[in-house]
Nanobody, 123 residues
């Protein structure tokens, strides 16, 4: 059984930075790709970024390219999302999840969702 716990969210001014963490349980963390998704009030959950099991390849939605960086430390069973140049449009609850197959940008390709961590970016 895999469990994921997100942390690091909070309130930040526009232009600021935050680093989100996702701590994973289990014995095979390095064997699967991981992703970050977010859900803003009144909107559907959307893809943010994904990373392959060994960290060799990363994928981003267009709106965060150049501002966000996804990474992982397999020795610590932890996934990260470094967010810089934050905008009010980035305000959302951020979730991490384990990829099991299919397209990286689709929520249906993931399982073992965490509880989420809230990010609020003020003007």
């Amino acid at each position: 059984q895999v469990q994921l716990v997100e942390s690091g969210g909070g309130l930040v001014q526009a232009g600021g930075s935050l680093r989100l963490s996702c701590a994973a349980s289990g014995r095979t963390f390095s064997s699967y790709a991981m992703g970050w998704f977010r859900q803003a009030p009144g909107k559907e959950r959307e893809f943010v970024a994904a990373i392959t099991g060994n960290g060799g390849n990363t994928y981003y939605t267009d709106s965060v390219k150049g501002r966000f960086t996804i990474s992982r430390d397999n020795a610590k069973n932890t996934l990260y999302l470094q967010m810089s140049s934050l905008k009010p449009e980035d305000t959302a609850v951020y979730y991490c999840a384990r990829h099991w197959g299919g397209q990286y940008y689709s929520p249906t390709s993931y399982t073992n969702w965490g509880q989420g961590t809230r990010v609020t970016v003020s003007s």
